[in-house]
């Protein structure tokens, strides 16, 4: 009897999206513009030998681009992926160059094998995540695409337009729409004042009658009524300290008391003395 496996059958690969070197041309998968910034970001990253010529810079640049390609990214995500798993595997190959070339490892060495080992589970993790993405079916057009010819600069003024009208504030305290145009500017000022500028002239003061004067009499006494009178007042003024004053009782005999006294306790001030208070029991008379 012929024995199975219980491993699964591999299946065959399937065929690559497009051309291994059509990521890089005009029409390919992906926008040019984007494909060239991402390269030289990518460039930038690369670690830099001033002792190697330049036919060794140039592999190096062939061989980064050459690995990116052969992943085949479809869209712009997967081509940040394709460029961060080509960073980390340089950032790798640098530590263990730096921790390994040293005559007998020390500190310095051991720590940048450990962050070329970090650099490596990095690159392993972004590899992953690139095969989980590119096993779900990608609706961007593998091309060839007729890229449109952008103006960077018209591009880049358009939007600082835009970032600058959302930055103006607007009256009420409304929040701006993110594509609202820019306010008109204003004009400068100008020395000669035009008709516009001219002042106006005052209106003409309104003729009162009396019934008006008597509406408006009317309506101040209705707004400001007279205080009522205090309780226990008499017609000249004076009052009887009560056993239990009221509040308006209590601030009226106050005032009173300093309405009779203010003119002695000014002499009394001047002549350096303290002014006397008098004591009032109930059944005193106030004048």
């Known amino acids: 009897m012929p024995r199975t496996s219980s491993s699964p059958t591999p299946s065959e690969p399937s065929p690559p999206p497009y051309p291994r070197d059509a990521l890089f041309r005009p029409d390919g998968p992906i926008n040019p513009l984007f494909v060239d910034e991402m390269i030289r970001s990518l460039m930038r990253s690369l670690p830099h030998d001033p002792d190697e010529d330049e036919p060794a810079r140039n592999r190096r640049m ?26 980390t595997f340089q950032a790798a190959m640098a530590g263990y160059r730096i921790g390994m070339n040293g005559a007998t490892p020390n500190g310095e ?9 970090a650099s490596i589970r990095t690159f392993d993790t972004m590899l992953k995540g690139l095969e989980r993405r590119q096993a779900r079916p990608c609706a961007a057009p593998m091309g060839p695409n ?11 003024n358009d939007w600082a337009e835009r970032v600058r009208a959302c930055s103006v ?16 500017p204003s004009p400068p000022p100008s020395d000669e004042p035009s008709a516009s500028q001219a002042p106006e002239p005052d209106p003409p003061a309104p ?18 009524p007279p205080p009522p009178p205090v309780e226990g007042v008499a017609p000249d003024g ?31 001030i001047d002549s350096n ?3 006397t208070i008098p004591r009032l029991r109930p059944g005193d008379r106030i004048p």
């Open 169 to 184: 504030p607007k009256s009420g305290g409304q929040e701006p729409h993110p594509t609202a145009p820019l306010p008109a």
């Open 146 to 156: 007729a890229w449109d010819d952008t103006d960077l600069e018209r591009f880049a």
């Open 62 to 87: 062939y061989a980064a681009m050459s690995a990116i390609s052969g992943m085949y990214p479809r869209d712009e995500i997967e081509m940040m992926y394709c460029v961060g798993v080509v960073a």
């Open 273 to 275: 003395e303290k002014p």
């Open 207 to 224: 003729a009162w009658t009396a019934e008006m004067i008597a509406d408006a009499e009317a309506e101040i006494a209705t707004a400001d």
């Open 109 to 117: 060495n051991t720590r940048h094998i450990a962050a070329a080992n």
């Open 238 to 268: 004076s009052i009887v300290v009560p056993d239990n004053p009221t509040p308006d009782q209590e601030a009226y005999m106050g005032a009173r008391i300093i309405h009779n006294l203010r003119d002695r306790w000014a002499d009394e």
